[in-house]
């Protein structure tokens, strides 16, 4: 691994948790409205998988979506206008937080039903495999998806038709505020996809190596023709649910020992002590990072709210 990559990893993870930061103080401000997810903790898992596809490649995702916009490459000044509503965010002011999409980079979104986009995913790799083309999707989703209808079906059907799909489980322990050992009959998601005959791992979501290799690793494979892959990402949301979750089902002392595994502070240690590079290009990163971000809420505070007439918009594919 270059040291290019390897500081663009750690610009990436510092980027998505600044832009996650800087969107709190937005909310709290008033300035964003709706729901609003945070990726703060998350952040090596999609900056370990996004960056091991190939530009052909389609991803998918929930409405904890900002994390996957932001790596897939999509302009941090219109991701953040989306978030304020404004007409010239990614998705026109109309879709939100929730809904972030880039079809120019095969991002789908952001979908705000749980577990819907699961669907979606499956559909998508049916177009590939029909196209006959080696392109992949790469589906992410919350352990509590693992329990919706729309996962085992898409799941099941994947596996009878062998689709180029690669389910990735952001395990972050919870769905919503219940642990994953009160709301599934296996705390170990990885165990479901066996049911579909669909080779699964678990990786350590906190490592940004971990991620990308096993995500190589699973790509590879349905590019070799052995059908869908499925992997159980071991992560950890550091704040709660939506900014509305008063995070009272979790102690101090277990948020404490999660953040002992801050991801950024993984690769960061692991930068200096390999000596990649020194703490002086770190903070020129870190500085780098924040000079974006006030440009893109900048841009976002003075860009004008949709017209009326949006609303009529954007409904039906028009010829």
Not at 173 to 181: C, F
Request: net charge negative.
């Amino acid at each position: 691994m270059d040291k290019a990559t390897i500081l663009d990893w750690y610009r990436q993870m510092t980027l998505i948790r600044r832009f996650e930061q800087r969107s709190s103080e937005l909310y709290q401000l008033g300035k964003i409205g709706g729901f609003l997810h945070l990726y703060i903790g998350q952040e090596a898992v999609a900056v370990g998988s996004i960056n091991a596809k190939q530009e052909t490649d389609h991803v998918i995702t929930a409405y904890r979506d900002h994390g996957h916009a932001l790596t897939i490459g999509s302009d941090t000044k219109l991701i953040m206008a989306e978030m304020l509503g404004k007409a010239t965010g990614v998705s026109k002011g109309k879709g939100g937080s929730m809904h972030l999409a880039d079809v120019e980079r095969r991002f789908w979104g952001g979908h705000a039903v749980v577990g819907a986009h699961l669907s979606l995913a499956t559909g998508l790799a049916l177009a590939e495999q029909y196209n006959g083309t080696d392109a992949a999707v790469l589906c992410y989703f919350g352990d509590g998806a693992t329990n919706i209808g729309y996962f085992h079906e898409s799941l099941n059907l994947s596996g009878v038709w062998d689709l180029p799909v690669l389910w990735i489980c952001e395990n972050n322990q919870y769905g919503m505020g219940t642990a994953v050992d009160r709301h599934s009959a296996t705390s170990n998601i990885m165990q479901k996809a066996s049911g579909y005959n669909i080779p699964a791992a678990q990786v350590d979501g906190m490592d940004v190596f971990a991620v990308h290799e096993a995500t190589q690793k699973a790509l590879s494979a349905i590019r070799d023709g052995k059908g869908p892959q499925f992997l159980e990402i071991m992560t950890y949301r550091f704040e709660g649910h939506s900014m509305g979750d008063p995070l009272r089902y979790r102690t101090k002392e277990e948020v404490e020992k999660w953040r002992e595994d801050d991801p950024i502070g993984i690769l960061e240690r692991h930068i200096l002590k390999e000596k990649i590079a020194g703490k002086d290009e770190l903070d020129a990163i870190d500085t780098a990072v924040e000079t974006e971000l006030n440009a893109a809420v900048e841009f976002a505070e003075a860009s004008p709210l949709p017209a009326p007439e949006e609303l009529f918009t954007d409904i039906y594919v028009e010829n």
